[in-house]
């Protein structure tokens, strides 16, 4: 076999290697060690409060919160939601909003949308912020005791 012929034939053996170890990793990420566990995408939305045009606020907190629920239960059934103080500084300006944050799971991004242009219309927003992450979701009962 020629240098040449040698070269090419590590080569592809190197390839084929590092297919099959990338092949192995996919399947491994994606197969569940346990049955309550799996990839998940959590989708984390944060809703202002305060009109887009005036800045003030468009519902007293409780009332924003009690809004945003109605608008989660109806669209997912379930929902995690945080209160925040958001920030910015435009033209030298200092603006301040009551914030909720919002983390959903088991649901896609079309669902998310659907949800935040009704947050949008409802709480007078230009935007709602999205962010989207990869995380492992596992419901854990607890330790199981022999019976």
């Known amino acids: 076999m020629t240098e040449k012929k040698a ?6 053996s190197i390839i084929a290697v590092l297919i099959s170890a990338v092949a192995m990793t996919v399947t491994f990420m994606h ?5 309550s566990e799996s990839l998940d995408t959590q989708y984390v939305l944060y ?8 800045n003030q606020p468009v519902f007293t907190p409780e009332k924003a919160k009690k809004e945003a629920e109605k608008i989660l239960i109806d669209h997912f059934g379930g929902y995690t939601i945080q209160e925040a103080s ?3 500084v435009d033209e030298d300006k200092e603006y301040q909003e009551y914030t909720l944050v919002i983390h959903l799971s088991d649901t896609d991004i079309e ?9 949008v219309k409802v709480f007078r927003q230009s935007a ?3 962010q989207t992450n990869q995380t492992v979701t596992e419901f854990y009962e607890g330790k199981k005791q022999a019976e």
């Open 47 to 54: 809703l202002g409060t305060n009109d887009k045009d005036t």
């Open 86 to 88: 958001g920030g910015w």
């Open 31 to 35: 197969s569940d060690s346990k049955e």
């Open 128 to 130: 709602v912020l999205i």
């Open 7 to 12: 070269t090419t034939a590590i080569i592809l």
């Open 111 to 119: 669902q998310v949308h659907s949800a935040a242009d009704e947050m």
